[in-house]
């Protein structure tokens, strides 16, 4: 009977992600989009292939899956970079924080006063910034001109 389809589909709605175990904080609130609402990120684990990936549940109601996820709605970060497992310090970076390319035509590392100004942007909201601890690794996320991007710090 009817019963049992109803069971059944209930059953079948398991989620296909949980917030990740494998990360100490994987939970922060921010202001991604600038409308002064509250954005809730969270670093999930796919429950079917143990794939990462981070869910935004933004201030005015949409939902955003990034990464390689099932459903997915952006693939904001590089390929190499998607296994978030390497992103153990989570934090927010302020508005207005300073971006540029770090590194020069050359591959080498460059301080931000040897960048001319014109290659200098400020993000105009606040963004996830994801890093390795006391490593080279790290990356902005970050919401402009209606999506998201990624950007490489170090």
Known sequence: GGEY????SILEKKPDFILSPDHKTNTITLDIDGDNKADRIEIVKSTSDGLYGITVKRGNGAFDIIGPLVGSTH??????????IW???????????????????????RAEEDVPEDEK????????????????????LYWLDGTYHWHQTS
């Open 121 to 140: 942007t400020a993000l105009p909201y606040e963004s996830l910034h994801l890093s390795i601890p006391e490593s080279c690794g790290s990356g902005l």
């Open 87 to 109: 992103a153990q310090d989570v934090a927010v970076a302020e508005k207005n924080t300073i971006i540029y390319e770090v590194t020069d035509e050359n591959g080498d590392l």
């Open 75 to 84: 693939r904001a970060l590089p390929e190499d970079m998607e296994d978030l």
């Open 5 to 8: 389809f109803i069971m059944n």
